[in-house]
């Protein structure tokens, strides 16, 4: 089956740096990447997702690639504020199948 | 809101204890997973089901069972309580599999004493 692996497992950050969090995955047929943020004891939301037929998908200050090739994608976050603080999870999938996350990434935006 | 809803919020029982979570996905979704997340842990993910059938299985304990009904609501049945089974569970909802954004419901909190 597939295997995500995300890094690193926490990164801290000064504000209005930047921060990327990288993931990489096995199986080929995986063509659905989300991203997800979880504040601590709340629901994962999505926050940002690319398809395997692009390579690079922005949102504001949100950014995430891909490489099909190498089989990893990463987020980026420009600009960061102290509300980025939160885990983000990566997750891959293909059509009709379960998801497969990451182990996810604890970032600390110090103000 | 995300449209997927949980019950109970919380949940607090003994050890050997049986419960029930019960959840109901967005309106249209057919396809509805489960998963387990302890204290500082990650999204283990248990079990899916797609318009009633079992369509993947995870990690899931053999304690642990699930369904999903005519109406596609679904409840995981977890049995034989253990302290180890406290933890945040969630269930997910999409319309038909991996491929699309999947919502994530509030989640029940149980805890094992």
């Known amino acids: 089956g597939e295997n995500v692996e995300q890094h690193p497992s926490t990164l801290s950050v000064q504000e209005g740096d930047s921060a990327v969090i990288k993931c990489t995955y096995s199986?080929?047929?995986?063509?659905?990447f989300p991203w997800y943020k979880q504040e601590l004891g709340k629901r994962p939301q999505l926050i940002i997702d690319?398809?395997?037929?692009?390579g690079e998908k922005k949102d504001q200050r949100i950014a995430v690639t891909l490489n099909k090739t190498a089989k990893h994608f990463s987020l980026h976050i420009t600009e960061t504020q102290p509300e980025d603080s939160a885990v983000y999870f990566c997750a891959a999938s293909y059509t009709g199948n379960q998801f497969y996350f990451g182990t996810g990434t604890s970032l600390t935006v110090i103000p | 809101d995300s449209g997927v809803t949980q019950t109970p919020k919380h949940l607090i029982t003994a050890t050997g204890q049986r419960v029930t979570l019960r959840c109901s996905p967005r309106s249209g979704d057919l396809s509805v997973y489960w998963y387990q997340q302890s204290l500082d842990q990650g999204l283990q993910f248990l079990i899916q089901?797609?318009?009633?059938?079992?369509?993947a299985k995870g990690n899931i304990l053999e304690r642990f069972s699930a369904q999903q009904f005519p109406d596609l609501h679904s409840e995981l049945n977890l049995s034989s309580l253990e302290l180890g089974d406290s933890a945040l569970y969630f269930c997910?909802?999409?319309?038909?599999?991996?491929?699309?954004?999947?919502?994530f419901g509030p989640g029940t909190r149980l805890l094992v004493l």
């Open positions: 089901y797609y318009n009633g059938e079992e369509r």
């Open positions: 199986d080929s047929a995986s063509n659905y």
């Open positions: 690319i398809r395997s037929n692009v």
């Open positions: 997910a909802s999409n319309l038909v599999g991996g491929g699309e954004t999947q919502y």
